[in-house]
């Protein structure tokens, strides 16, 4: 959408003395697999997520805490050790890993500036696929209209007149051209010359063309 800027970061992200270790793991400073206790981690993605879109994710619902998300996923996705008991650090090294490799969807909303109470865009609740796609290309459409609209240069823009260089090229050129009428049939140049004559006009009346652009240009400018 034309009214979200993605900017990228360095691939390295050093950490700063007010980062929790939490902080430093959600942004990937560290590696998950080097991680000790990674199940500890695991509410803070739920925290960061919206409960759709993990459920949407891993098919699941109906969870009380980090802790019965985790056996709950792991008993899912068959994932025990001896005895029946489920590998919490080996599913949560994979949640972690899916919240860092962008599988879940998840963001963080904008500052509010001061003196400002609104969050995000009115009319619209946050949710993934929220417009469609063709209302989207309507809208594109419509802009991309309104944008070559204010482009498109008015039919009726007044004419404001010839500068003086302009006046004595097109007196230059009349000239010109009433002499060469003058000229009988049997008086006319050999074919050298006559070609010639035609080069030059050509580049007077280039001459003109490109004076009478600046002129319109220049009255357009005035009236704005």
Known sequence: MKRIYLIDCPGVVPPSLSNTPEDILLRGVVRVENVEHPAQYVQA???????????????????????????ILARKGGRLLKGGEADVDAVAKMVLNDFLRGKIPW?????????????????????????????????????????????????????????DEDAGETSSLEDDNAEDEDVDEDEAPENDTATLVEEES???????????KQVRKAAKVQKK
């Open 45 to 71: 993605v739920l925290d960061k997520c919206q409960q759709r879109h993990i459920e949407r994710t891993y098919e699941m619902r109906n969870w009380k805490d980090a802790n019965d998300f985790l056996e």
């Open 202 to 212: 050509e580049d007077d009346a280039d001459a003109i063309i490109a004076a009478l």
């Open 107 to 163: 963001f963080t909303p904008p500052p509010i500036s001061e003196g400002s109470s609104e969050v995000g865009i009115e009319g619209r609740g946050g949710a993934l696929g929220e417009m469609p796609s063709k209302k989207r290309k309507r809208q594109d459409e419509a802009e991309a209209e309104e944008t070559a609209g204010d482009e498109v240069p008015e039919d009726n823009d007044e004419f404001e007149g010839f500068s």
